[in-house]
C-alpha cells in the first residue's frame, strides 16, 4: 500500500512540473490540489478528499495507526472512512484501502487523461 500511494505521489509531482508553467510543490496534498486546478475537474474539493484518503491512513499507520491531525470523516460511495485526532484508525483494512484506491484511480485517470497533461511531449522520471 505505502508503494503504491508513494508511485502515485511521485507522479502527481512529476507530470506537475512538466507542464509549463507549473512547479511540483514537494507535498502531495498541494500539488494533488493544484494538478486538480490545472486540470479543470468538476468537484475539485471532493476529488482532491477522496485522493487524500488513503495518504492519511498511510500518515496514520506509520504512527502506530493514529491520526494525528484534524478529526474527519469522509464518505466514499457509501464507505466511511473516519480519522479522529489522538485515535486509532478504523479504516485501515484491505477493503477500505482497496476501495479508496478504486475510486482514487478514477481521479487519476481524470487527471491523466485530461488535455492540458496529454499535451505534455514527454516526462521526466526524475
Same mark, same amino acid.
Request: aromatic share 8%; glycine share 6%.
Given at each position: 500500500?505505502?508503494?503504491?500511494?508513494?508511485?502515485?505521489?511521485?507522479? @502527481? #509531482?512529476?507530470?506537475?512540473?512538466?507542464?509549463?508553467? %507549473?512547479?511540483?510543490?514537494?507535498?502531495?496534498?498541494? !500539488?494533488?490540489?493544484? =494538478?486538480?486546478?490545472?486540470?479543470?475537474?468538476?468537484?475539485?474539493?471532493?476529488?482532491?478528499?477522496?485522493?487524500?484518503?488513503?495518504?492519511?491512513?498511510?500518515?496514520?499507520?506509520?504512527?502506530?495507526?493514529?491520526?494525528?491531525?484534524?478529526?474527519?470523516? @469522509? #464518505?466514499?460511495?457509501?464507505?466511511?472512512?473516519?480519522? %479522529?485526532?489522538?485515535?486509532?484508525?478504523?479504516?485501515? !483494512?484491505?477493503?477500505? =484501502?482497496?476501495?479508496?484506491?478504486?475510486?482514487?484511480?478514477?481521479?487519476?485517470?481524470?487527471?491523466?487523461?485530461?488535455?492540458?497533461?496529454?499535451?505534455?511531449?514527454?516526462?521526466?522520471?526524475?
Amino acid at each position: 500500500m505505502t508503494v503504491v500511494q508513494f508511485a502515485l505521489e511521485n507522479c @502527481i #509531482e512529476r507530470v506537475l512540473d512538466a507542464i509549463p508553467g %507549473e512547479k511540483a510543490f514537494g507535498r502531495f496534498s498541494t !500539488s494533488s490540489r493544484r =494538478l486538480i486546478e490545472v486540470t479543470n475537474l468538476a468537484e475539485p474539493d471532493t476529488k482532491h478528499t477522496i485522493l487524500m484518503v488513503p495518504a492519511w491512513i498511510r500518515n496514520s499507520l506509520h504512527a502506530r495507526g493514529i491520526h494525528s491531525h484534524e478529526s474527519k470523516t @469522509i #464518505e466514499i460511495d457509501g464507505a466511511q472512512y473516519v480519522f %479522529e485526532r489522538g485515535k486509532r484508525v478504523a479504516c485501515a !483494512s484491505w477493503s477500505h =484501502l482497496i476501495h479508496a484506491f478504486d475510486h482514487g484511480l478514477d481521479i487519476y485517470g481524470e487527471m491523466l487523461c485530461s488535455p492540458k497533461v496529454k499535451m505534455i511531449p514527454r516526462i521526466p522520471a526524475e
